[in-house]
């Protein structure tokens, strides 16, 4: 199996100041068959409440829309944010952005070429105010 090329198209963008409103442990919702072992579908989620929007962009027709909260697992975060993240505490107020991108990876194997399309929604800026 060959490395996969991706592709992605940012759908929106958000800039926000918001608060760190803690951490939940979500569930699998037994939903494939390699659930709940080896889905990745549960754990820890970093919950954030969106105070007040500083910019938003809607590129794309299925981008989201302006959000009350947002939700990412920490396991998803990058070693840079996930520091950040490591050092908050309930209550703490942050300056947030992310963006919503709609994620193309095509694998190469025995012949045939495997496609996959899923939505990702990186964090860009995670500051304590």
């Given at each position: 199996?060959?490395?996969?090329?991706?592709?992605?198209?940012t759908?929106?963008?958000?800039?926000?100041?918001?608060k760190?409103?803690?951490?939940?442990?979500?569930?699998?919702?037994?939903?494939?068959?390699?659930c709940?072992?080896?889905?990745?579908?549960?754990g820890?989620v970093?919950?954030?409440q969106?105070?007040?929007?500083?910019?938003y962009?809607?590129?794309?027709?299925?981008?989201?829309?302006?959000?009350?909260?947002f939700?990412i697992?920490?396991?998803?975060?990058d070693?840079?944010?996930?520091?950040?993240?490591?050092?908050?505490?309930p209550g703490d107020e942050?300056?947030l952005d992310w963006?919503?991108?709609?994620?193309?990876?095509t694998?190469y194997?025995?012949?045939?070429?495997?496609?996959?399309?899923?939505?990702?929604?990186p964090i860009?800026?995670?500051?304590k105010?």
């Open positions: 199996m060959s490395e996969p090329t991706i592709s992605r198209e759908l929106s963008t958000h800039s926000t100041v918001s760190f409103a803690g951490a939940e442990d979500f569930p699998c919702l037994f939903r494939t068959s390699q709940p072992d080896s889905c990745g579908h549960g820890l970093a919950v954030f969106v105070d007040e929007y500083l910019a962009n809607k590129l794309g027709q299925y981008g989201d829309e302006k959000q009350d909260k939700h697992k920490v396991s998803k975060l070693d840079t944010v996930r520091g950040i993240y490591a050092q908050l505490k942050v300056l963006k919503h991108d709609y994620v193309t990876r694998t194997s025995g012949g045939k070429d495997f496609t996959s399309k899923s939505p990702e929604r860009t800026k995670l500051k105010k």
